[in-house]
């Protein structure tokens, strides 16, 4: 007998949105991050867009990371938050990541990566005016 395992997982999505902090920006991920659920949610260009700012404004001194509604992430996710920081070193942008749960935390902290930018338990605590 034979025994599949059934996919069953919430839609991704990011959600941006303007902080209350002057000169923040929050980025709300939902569901699990990983390239099966990005992809089937989000074009690449999407994803990458997403990210990007018009260029007729000034950068955002912070750009929070609300990871509170993410269960789980794989190497494609934690990819795509390393390159946003990368980005946001180049362009003198604060990065916080806020409400990062128990097994995003673990493969955050297997890949050294809870080093690199500071964890806040809540957005409201990270974009405090």
Known sequence: MTVAQIWKST?????RSQGKALGSVIFRFSGPFTARDM???LSPDALRNIFEL????????????D????????SRGLGMIVS??????????RMIA???????LELFQLTKVENLFPMIATVEEADRP
Request: glycine share 4%.
């Open 98 to 104: 806020a409400g990062v749960r128990p097994r995003v």
């Open 54 to 65: 018009p260029t007729d404004t000034a950068q955002p001194a912070v750009h929070i990371l």
């Open 84 to 93: 946003h920081y990368v980005r946001c070193q180049r362009n003198g942008t």
């Open 39 to 41: 992809y089937s949610s």
């Open 67 to 74: 990871m509170s509604e993410v269960p789980y992430m794989d």
């Open 11 to 15: 839609k991704f999505f990011i959600e």
